[in-house]
């Protein structure tokens, strides 16, 4: 079988963001919208909790009250909107704003489903959103802002849009598990092309928690504080761990692999990913995530 020799895992997984945009404010972001437009049909759709949990951590560390106003930028299926909603709730208000518009309809369809009655959504840019200043009192954007071409601008149009006193909360990706990696290498040797923009890969200060609590102080926010998350995603097996893949920005890399050998390319990761279950004792990736939070000074 084709695979990969994992010698040297880091160093290739660099250059691949190099390859890919990581985003660090200089390089271009994918058109994020059409990629997950095609990945909506199978966003949480893989048995797989990853998004939810996330998005449940990150606004809990935000503090809402009954009868805020809250805005979540990315907000894909709800994985923030949600939790949001029912901690402002009845006389609180969230707005899910997303690039995708196969997002927002299934996040319209799951609110409706849940019964959420204070939540909309709107279809926008989350580098530009269009609302008034001083607006919100609070907002929340998870996994997105590593996303946009120019993070540190679109942090100061976030400070701008929360009133004097709001409350500001992002996930980042922290630590990354090497393994997950090791398992994502195996499909490059059947790409058709170069390695194309990969979403979320993200760079320059992203990288390092300090970084990130800089970022976030140079846009205006003060008590600034970075909470340090872990999250295990168990698979109950590579089919699983495959089919996840595709509802990940990761996606677009599967997509480069022609339709004849995509065989050939899920079987050499089904290869490192029952390596991954004799070393750990099952299918499993060790997630990081950093959750930093800030406020709009009072006198501002």
């Known amino acids: 079988m084709n695979t990969l020799d994992i010698t040297g895992i880091d160093d290739r997984m660099a250059s691949m963001e190099t390859q890919a945009g990581a985003t660090d404010g200089t390089r271009p972001a994918p058109e994020i919208g059409k990629v997950f437009d095609r990945a909506a049909p199978r966003y949480e759709q893989a048995g797989v909790q990853f998004y939810a949990p996330l998005g449940e951590r990150l606004v809990a560390g935000l503090g809402l009250r009954p009868g805020q106003r809250v805005l979540d930028l990315g907000c894909g299926r709800g994985a923030c909107t949600h939790p949001a909603a029912v901690a402002v709730g009845s006389t609180g208000s969230v707005t899910g704003l997303d690039a995708s518009t196969e997002m927002l309809a299934a996040a319209r369809r799951e609110a409706a489903r849940i019964?959420?009655?204070?939540?909309?959504?709107?279809?926008?840019?989350?580098?530009?959103?269009?609302?008034?200043?001083?607006?919100?009192?609070?907002?929340?954007?998870?996994?997105?802002?590593?996303?946009?071409?120019?993070?540190?601008?679109?942090?100061?149009?976030?400070?701008?849009?929360?009133?004097?006193?709001?409350?500001?909360?992002?996930?980042?990706?922290?630590?990354?598990?090497?393994?997950?990696?090791?398992?994502?290498?195996?499909?490059?040797?059947?790409?058709?092309?170069?390695?194309?923009p990969v979403p979320g890969r993200q760079g320059g200060a992203l990288r390092t928690m300090d970084g990130v609590a800089d970022l976030v102080r140079a846009a205006g926010f003060d008590q600034v504080r970075v909470a340090d998350e872990h999250l295990d995603v168990a698979f109950?097996?590579?089919?699983?761990?495959?089919?996840?893949?595709?509802?990940?920005?990761?996606?677009?890399?599967?997509?480069?692999?022609?339709?004849?050998?995509?065989?050939?390319?899920?079987?050499?990761a089904f290869e490192r990913m029952e390596k991954v279950r004799a070393e750990r004792g099952r299918f499993v990736i060790h997630w990081n995530v950093w959750n930093t939070y800030g406020t709009r000074g009072g006198g501002e």
């Open 115 to 196: 019964g959420l009655e204070n939540v909309s959504f709107v279809e926008g840019d989350a580098a530009a959103p269009r609302f008034p200043a001083r607006w919100f009192d609070a907002i929340v954007a998870g996994l997105v802002i590593f996303m946009l071409p120019d993070p540190a601008a679109a942090l100061r149009a976030i400070h701008d849009l929360l009133r004097p006193g709001g409350v500001f909360g992002m996930s980042t990706f922290g630590v990354d598990d090497p393994k997950f990696f090791e398992v994502t290498a195996a499909v490059l040797p059947y790409l058709d092309g170069p390695m194309p």
């Open 236 to 268: 109950d097996g590579p089919h699983q761990w495959w089919d996840w893949l595709w509802q990940t920005g990761g996606r677009v890399v599967l997509e480069r692999i022609a339709d004849e050998r995509l065989p050939e390319a899920r079987a050499a």
